[in-house]
């Protein structure tokens, strides 16, 4: 299966006081580390967002500008990354790092991507809500999305769905939980995060 991936680490966190989504760890695993275990398979990989500290070989980080431009500037510079190492992946995965059980989505998407018609699939919740965060797209028609919003100076603090709104997604249904993301420390603690254990305190830790 050809794709790339796209992996947004970035955001305020405003709702967690400023705590990085990706340094929290759960069953020691770093949810930035979960995210690219579950993009596993992609030819190439970025990473969106501030220093994320050592990456595995391969890995490309980049950050998006202006910083804490929104999520759709942020796949626009992944997209613009991946363009300059001569990727031609059709499909690009778009993925959010704060969603923990997140593999167990992408084992439905991927066989659904390979069925699929249009420009892509996106994880659906049980209860009909998408998750765009989550989803295989058309690399084609994500950089001409990308570029139209450029174009016309709507790209900055732009939204996800916004981004997407020209693109003819197959919305497919996804195990239970698989989209469960990061919002707030409830959020973290129902997912069984331990909000006293970061992992980029302890990457600095290590290398001081």
């Known amino acids: 299966m050809d794709f ?16 990085a989504k990706q340094n929290l760890v759960l069953h020691d695993s770093t949810l930035l580390q979960r995210a690219l275990a579950a993009a596993g398979g992609a030819s190439r990989t ?6 994320p500290g ?5 890995v490309i980080h980049c950050r998006e500008q202006p910083e804490f431009g929104g999520p759709a500037a942020a796949i626009a510079a992944g997209l613009a990354v991946l363009a300059d190492t001569g990727s031609r992946s059709l499909h690009t995965l778009v993925l ?26 996106v994880a659906r919740s049980a209860d009909g809500r998408l998750q765009p965060l989550a989803g295989f797209y058309s690399t084609a028609a994500l950089r001409t999305a990308a ?8 790209l900055i603090n732009a939204s996800v769905r916004s981004l997407l709104a020209s693109l003819d997604v197959q919305p ?16 973290a603690a129902a997912l069984g995060i ?3 254990r970061q992992g980029g305190d302890q990457d600095r830790r290590s290398r001081s």
Request: with cysteine; aromatic share 2%; charged share 20%.
């Open 4 to 19: 790339d991936a796209i992996i947004l680490a970035g955001g305020r966190s405003s709702r967690l006081g400023g705590v």
């Open 194 to 196: 331990d909000p006293g």
């Open 46 to 51: 970025v990473v969106v967002g501030p220093d």
């Open 54 to 58: 050592t990456l595995p070989p391969g």
């Open 147 to 154: 570029q139209d919003l450029s174009s016309r100076g709507a």
């Open 96 to 121: 959010a790092c704060d969603m923990p059980r997140i593999q167990d989505a992408l084992a439905v998407l991927k066989p659904a991507l390979r069925a699929a018609r249009g420009d892509g699939v």
């Open 172 to 187: 497919v249904t996804v195990p239970a939980g698989s989209t469960a993301d990061v919002d707030t420390w409830d959020d």
